[in-house]
């Protein structure tokens, strides 16, 4: 049983945007350095459960949707787990929670799916940023962050393709819109269960399904790239979420030239040390992405990747 939190941080507020996702703003009670964090960093939340003493306190992490430059609460961007997989989640106790409660927020942010730790801030290809669920939260954090530095911004370099289950399940779709008519902000969301969510006319299916082999062309076309022109030399790829996003992403993209990250991943596919990484993941469960110990899984994306490396 893990030890009782000594709380350090009050919910100063939160916004409940359906039953099962809630904006958590949260003060912690010494206010951090201003630049303590980057965009797409996380940190971790916890709690003591009140009402099973017996099961002691939980902590998990959380990436951060405020932006650096905001001075206030940390604003993070929450889904409740409806089976989870521990005696005591998080998600169930945060639930409880009500404006002014007291809570545990470690406040040190930690993870390198940065802009800056990746590719490098003066990286000029589009930055493409595949969320599904609260996936988004690191995504908005780094154009708010954007906006906080240049009030002018032009946001045309960032592309925010948003997939969830519900319409209603879009979190911060007004922002966003507001981003894409007054700075350019490339956003799609995606909905896979357009027939319980009336009145949506924007894409259905998974977020993934963008870069399936024939949709890409239609991405091209909103990106303004010729057919063919999706590749690792226009853009690079962020992806946030649970495995089923991540895994088929990368599986529809390796034709594509996009490279992974991940250094075991790298080593299945054949990588040559050299070559530079231009897909990066931040993955919210603990599922293997892809079986990369399964050969018939793992050799045709090898090929794929190979060749198109190749013709780039
Ligand atoms: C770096 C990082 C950042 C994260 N940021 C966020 C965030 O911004 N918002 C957020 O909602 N979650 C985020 N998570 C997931 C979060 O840490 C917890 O795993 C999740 O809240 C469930 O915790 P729990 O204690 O309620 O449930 P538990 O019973 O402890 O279950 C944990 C398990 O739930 C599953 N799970 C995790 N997230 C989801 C999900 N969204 N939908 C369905 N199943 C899930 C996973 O299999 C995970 O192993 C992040 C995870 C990581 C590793």
């Given at each position: 049983m893990a030890k009782p939190l000594v709380y350090n941080a009050t919910l100063v507020e939160r916004v409940d945007l359906t039953d099962a996702l809630c904006l958590y703003r949260i003060l912690p009670d010494e206010r951090p350095a201003p630049g303590w964090f980057t965009p797409g960093q996380y940190c971790v939340l916890g709690a003591n459960n009140e009402v099973k003493p017996e099961l002691g306190s939980v902590r998990r992490s959380m990436s951060i949707a405020s932006a650096p430059e905001d001075g206030g609460p940390i604003e993070f961007y929450i889904r409740?787990?409806?089976?989870?997989?521990?005696?005591?989640p998080l998600t169930h106790l945060l639930w409880k929670l009500k404006n002014g409660d007291r809570m545990y927020m470690r406040p040190v942010a930690a993870g390198v799916f940065t802009v800056k730790d990746t590719v490098g801030v003066d990286d000029p290809r589009l930055r493409v940023m595949v969320a599904a669920g609260t996936g988004s939260a690191p995504f908005v954090s780094m154009v708010r962050s954007e906006l906080r530095r240049n009030p002018k911004a032009d946001l045309s370099q960032w592309v925010l393709l948003h997939g969830a289950s519900y319409a209603a399940d879009l979190g911060y779709r007004d922002e966003l819109n507001r981003l894409v008519a007054e700075h350019g902000l490339r956003y799609w969301g995606t909905v896979s269960r357009p027939k319980d969510s009336p009145g949506w006319h924007g894409d259905v299916g998974r977020v993934e399904q963008f870069f399936a082999p024939d949709r890409l062309g239609d991405l091209e076309a909103r990106l303004g790239l010729p057919p063919g022109g999706f590749t690792s030399k226009s853009a690079v790829i962020f992806i946030c979420g649970l495995q089923g996003t991540i895994g088929t992403t990368i599986t529809n993209l390796c034709a594509r030239g996009f490279v992974p990250d991940h250094k075991r991943m790298r080593e299945a596919l054949g990588v040559a040390a050299e070559q530079p990484a231009t897909l990066f993941y931040e993955q919210y469960d603990t599922e293997p992405v892809i079986d990369i110990k399964n050969p018939d899984v793992v050799a045709p994306l090898a090929a794929q990747l190979a060749a198109a490396l190749k013709s780039l």
């Open positions: 409740y787990v409806g089976k989870p997989e521990s005696d005591n």
